[in-house]
């Protein structure tokens, strides 16, 4: 297991240099980071003076080098735009994004399930196709206009939110619904769909036989089996969460990584927008291995490594 | 059962009326004299002296106080921190200061303030986005006693006291390099400026917190707070703006400044902006030497192929006007009689025959900016009969382009920073020093150099009615519209709109 871990943890690390390795020569072609932190009005001397100032005037390939000589001594850089080291800058914000990340899977957990418990219990009824209509919906919605929708309705029209900034927790109930909605499909279908193999299995017959019904039947016996695979893809869609945040983060004007991600890449802020690059890749590949192990946890039938 | 439901439901409501109750939005307005403004581009840094984007300027007015200040009712530039100042020769200008000006952590401000500022801003290794506009034209300043100061300039510059009335905050002695260490983002958190208000907090892309500032010299304003917040979604500004959490929007786009201008709720204010837009067309052939658009009668078809007033009309709105020359009419030097080309698509059609394209021709039409106004220019050209490719890229690239000589035509915007002078939009736009310039013209270049040589008022307006005339003549552009700005703000707030575009808010007032 500990070989597992740490082979996948190397494999964490390259994901991570690559996927920075690409996201820098793309945002080096596709702008000029000096134009755009100079802003249209500027004058080509005031461009200038940025580009020199920055090191943008530098070959590519010296100024990644320069970054990744950084990265290996723990220094990420300094924000064109913030002025301080990028690190500092991301652990400021990152307190937002996962409070939103871990809200908006509680959001996911909290309708998908008992969702998926309701359809599976009742197969083929309106029930069950209730359940996969609400579940079709909210794949279908764009993340965007359900945020404004929300905003409209229960923070305008009926004012108990409040409509944008992250200063309390109530800050957080409209973008972890909008947030987690995006998840409930994927996971209400995986809870249905495990739970009607598993209430079909030999086992559930057995404990039906020595007098388990209902409520007991499903959490001591069913639940805990067909929630399994459910549990690996919340882990996944916990690392998602992080990566996608932008558009939520961005409608309620919530400073986490997500809105420092999309003003980084519009601003050429090349620094920052690697270094977010980088957490997130790290991230995504952690909760795929967190996911793997605690498959491996739970199913003695599962072995890894 | 029943009983149950009627137990869940009021519960339920319980629990949503006690939730509305316990966060219903603080409102801002008059009650506590606070006003509350959305921005969308995020406040980084409160140091006018080292950022250029627009809301950094709206907030370095109410922070800072510069030399001299924009009368914004006459456009004149009036003393401000200077009491006075003379003009010893061409090139040796003499600034006496106010005594009573304060630092907003109440120390006095004093020449040695001043000249360390200015010295600083020129020194390059200072970094100052600033270094270049006044590093052009100043040489050195010399504190001459305890309130006055003498600048040295390196030339004759007609904009010098515009340029220390629109770009260069005072800051006190030692400020960027304290004890020999530099530090250029000494102000970036923090500011101790002059100006009416000072910040009392500020968090980085959240929000910055505005309070009336005392000691202040000059007229205080009216507004005790102002909070600037940071809300990048235009539709998240808008429900805030309905939910009562902010006062004042700005860059509102047309439509939704009028339908919710049509509401109680809101006001929607359209003011004069001095940005324009115009066409650049590629006269001297660097795309195509002996292409069309190298022949006079081509570029002023293409002039009297555009509907310059229908397109500031529907697609601007407001006070957004067509234009026929190269500046912004309330721009100084910017004659309006030089030739026009009115919308005239049949003679358009006709001014291409005769040079010889019956057919039309080809045009790579570049344009990074407002579509619906790249779309139209492209759809009137179409209907003279050229074949517009239009090419909508991202601005970088339209200035590699444009570096690269690659570009027969664009669709350009200048907002001139605010200067009511057509210096600053002529320079950059028909000097040699610029690839904006494609005109190849050297006696335009010569022409608009001259008139930033010298001081004389008459000199320079008749310098800029040639270039402007020959511009115009020679159709080097096809001049679109100005812009409109439109606002949205409570109906309790009285907020002036001044001729050069520039919101200032520390004005504004309750009603």
Redesign the interface.
Known sequence: MLRYILLRGALALAVAFTVSLAAFLLLNV???PA??I?????????V???R??YGLDQPMPVRYAQWLGGVVQGDFGESY???KPVAELVAERAGVTIALALAAMAVTILIAIPLGVLAALNPNSWIDRTALGVAVSAQAVPNFWLG?IM??LF??T????????DA?W?HFVLPAFVLGATSVPAVMRLTRTGLIEVMGADYIRTARSKGYRGASLLWRHALRNALLPVISVLAVQLGQKFGGSVITE????L?GLG??A??SILGADIPTVQMLIFVFAIVFVVMNLLADILNAALDPRIRIG | MIKLKRAVGSTLFAITLSLSLSTAPAFAKKADDTLRVAMAEEILNLDYNYTTKREYIILAQMTDASLFDVDPKTQEIVPSVASGYKFIDDKTLDVTLRTNVKFHDGSVLNAEDVAYTYNWIIDPKSESNATGIIGRWLDRVEVTGANTLRFHMKAVYPLALRDMAQRIMLRKKDTYNPGGVVNKNAMAQKVNGTGPYKVTSFKPGQEVVLERFDGFFGPKPAIKKIIVRNIPDIGTQQAELMAGGVDWMFNVPLDLAQSLGATPIAKHLSGPDLRVSFVVLDAAGYTDPKGPLTKVEVRRAINYALNKSEMAKFLIGGSAEGIHTACHPAQFGCDQKSVDYPYNPAKAKEMLKAAGYPNGFPLDLWAYREKPVAEAVAADLTAAGIKVNLRYVKLESLDQARANKQISAYIGTWGSGGTADTAAIARIHFSDETDRNLSGDAQLNKDVLAAEQTNDENKRRELYTKAIGRIADQAYWAPLFTYSANYLVSPELNFPLDSDGLPRLQNASWK
Not at chain 1, 158 to 165: A, C, D, H
Not at chain 1, 250 to 253: C, E, L, V
């Open positions: 596709a702008t000029d134009r755009a100079a802003g249209e009005d500027a004058t080509p001397e005031v200038q003076t940025i020199v100032r735009y913030w002025h404004l905003i409209i923070s305008v009926f004012p108990i939110f409040p409509v944008s900034g309390t109530m961005s409608i309620f004007a400073n809105r420092l999309l003003e």
